[in-house]
């Protein structure tokens, strides 16, 4: 019994952070703003999620300055050796 509420919930966040990550950046915001007024002790996470909502969750490693991409990497040389 225990395992399976336990994988319900697993499942159940792993669906959240799915329909997040693909949802339109519209509907996060008209989300998070409706969060706010149903649980105002959460604001300053809900805050933080709202100014996230336009990069889809990846402005974390500050790798895009000004909504641009970083220049793209020196392409990697691999030595691919044969077996005789």
Request: with cysteine.
């Amino acid at each position: 019994m225990a395992q399976a509420v336990i994988v319900s919930l697993i499942v159940l966040a792993a669906t959240g952070y799915a329909g997040w990550q693909l949802m339109p950046t519209g509907m996060r915001r008209w989300l998070v703003g409706r969060l706010a007024v149903v649980a105002p002790p959460c604001r300053a996470w809900l805050a933080r999620l709202e100014a996230n909502t336009g990069s889809s969750g990846c402005s974390t490693c500050k790798g895009c300055a000004d909504g641009q991409a970083p220049a793209s990497p020196r392409p990697i040389k691999v030595n691919v050796y044969r077996r005789g």
